[in-house]
C-alpha cells in the first residue's frame, strides 16, 4: 500500500540552449507529489504518515522552493552570482530563513544561502524527478514520484526494496540506534 504526499514549490528557470519559450528565465508554480510504499504499520494502521514524509522532503525540498534553478553552465550563472555579490547577499541575508541543507550530488548542487540550485542538466519535469529521488531515495521508500509545472508533466515508478524499521506508534523510521526521534520509543 501506498502514503501519498504533495508539495507545491515555486520556482524560476530557463531551459540553456533550449530553442523556443522556455530560453527565456521564467517562473512556474510546479506541483510534487510523492508516494511512499510498504507495508502497513499495525501499531497506527498507515504505511507511512504524510505529516512525517512531508518533514522528511521538505528539509531537502525547500532548497527548491522560490529560489532560481539554473544550468551549471549557463552563462547567466556567473552574473547572478555577480550581482548578489555586489549586493552583499551572495552569502545570505538575515532574513533568508526558508532555507533547506545544502547538498551536493552528482545531479545537482543546493546554495540555501543564494536561493540558487545548480543542476547537471536543464531543469525539465523528468530532471526535477531525478534529483528529488536521487536526493530522498535512502530516507523513505519512494515507490513513484509525479512532477507537474505548468502545462508539463512527468511521473517515474521505483522498486522498493529495502526494510525501513518504524515505531508501533508514530510510524516513523527509527534512527540508528532503534529509538523513534519523534516519540523516543525504543526498539527491544
Not at 510498504?38 to 504505511?47: A, K, L, Q, S
Request: aromatic fraction near 8%.
Amino acid at each position: 500500500m501506498r502514503s501519498i504526499t504533495t508539495f507545491d514549490l515555486q520556482y524560476a528557470h530557463r531551459f540553456y540552449g533550449f530553442q523556443g519559450e522556455a530560453q527565456y528565465l521564467h517562473g512556474h508554480t510546479g506541483v510534487l507529489t510523492i508516494e511512499v510504499e510498504d507495508t502497513i504499520n499495525e501499531g497506527v494502521n498507515m504505511v507511512y504518515p504524510c505529516n512525517e514524509i512531508q518533514k522528511v522532503a521538505w528539509d531537502v525540498l525547500k532548497n527548491f522552493d522560490h529560489a532560481l534553478i539554473l544550468r551549471h553552465d549557463d552563462p547567466l550563472l556567473p552574473a547572478i552570482l555577480d550581482v548578489y555579490e555586489k549586493q552583499g547577499i551572495k552569502n545570505g541575508h538575515p532574513r533568508n530563513t526558508m532555507k533547506g541543507e545544502a547538498f551536493h550530488t552528482e545531479l545537482a548542487q543546493a546554495y540555501p544561502d543564494s536561493r540558487l540550485v545548480v543542476t547537471k542538466e536543464t531543469m525539465t519535469v523528468e530532471g526535477m524527478i531525478k534529483i528529488v529521488y536521487d536526493l530522498l531515495k535512502d530516507k523513505l521508500n519512494i515507490a513513484k514520484i509525479t512532477f507537474t509545472s505548468g502545462v508539463n508533466a512527468a511521473s517515474c515508478e521505483f522498486p522498493v526494496t529495502k526494510e525501513i524499521d518504524r515505531c508501533p506508534l508514530c510510524g516513523i523510521s527509527l534512527d540508528e540506534e532503534g529509538k523513534c526521534p519523534k516519540c523516543g520509543w525504543r526498539k527491544k
